[in-house]
Nanobody, 132 residues
Framework: QLQLVESGGGLVQPGGSLRLSCVAS????????MGWFRQAPGKERERVSC????????YYEESVKGRFTISRDNTKNTVYLQMNNVKPEDTAVYYC?????????????????????????WGQGTQVTVSS
C-alpha cells in the first residue's frame, strides 16, 4: 500500500518561494504518475501540476506556469514542487497524489481534480499560506 507524506508548507510572503516534498513509502514511485493538487477554503480541489512515471513529461495548470516546477527523484522516492513568486491566491492545502493507471500525465491531472477516487493514493496535505 503506497503511502504519501507531504512537507514543506508554511507561511511565505508574496513573491517568495517554497519547496514542497512528497515522500512515498510502501512501494516505489517508478510505477506511478505523480501530481500536486490544492484546495483553498470554500473551494473545490484544483489541479496544480503532474509528472509522468517514466519520461518526466509534465503538466501545469495555467495559473502556475512559469512559477512552479514539479520534479521527482525516484531514488529517494520523492516528488517535489518548487513554488516561486508565490501569490496570495496560491494559499491552500497542497496534496500529492499517485496514479498507477496507464494514462497520460495531463489526464491524471484532470481526472485527479474531478474524481479523487481514481488516484491510487493521496497524502494528508500541507498548508501553504501566502500573506504579508
Amino acid at each position: 500500500q503506497l503511502q504519501l507524506v507531504e512537507s514543506g508548507g508554511g507561511l511565505v510572503q508574496p513573491g517568495g518561494s517554497l519547496r514542497l516534498s512528497c515522500v512515498a513509502s510502501g512501494s516505489t514511485l517508478d510505477d506511478y504518475h505523480m501530481g500536486w493538487f490544492r484546495q483553498a477554503p470554500g473551494k473545490e480541489r484544483e489541479r496544480v501540476s503532474c509528472i509522468s512515471r517514466s519520461d518526466d513529461r509534465t503538466y501545469y495548470e495555467e495559473s502556475v506556469k512559469g512559477r512552479f516546477t514539479i520534479s521527482r527523484d525516484n531514488t529517494k522516492n520523492t516528488v517535489y514542487l518548487q513554488m516561486n513568486n508565490v501569490k496570495p491566491e496560491d494559499t491552500a492545502v497542497y496534496y500529492c497524489a499517485a496514479d498507477h493507471r496507464g494514462t497520460t500525465v495531463q489526464a491524471m491531472c484532470i481526472m485527479g481534480e474531478v474524481n479523487g477516487d481514481l488516484m491510487s493514493s493521496w497524502g494528508q496535505g500541507t498548508q501553504v499560506t501566502v500573506s504579508s
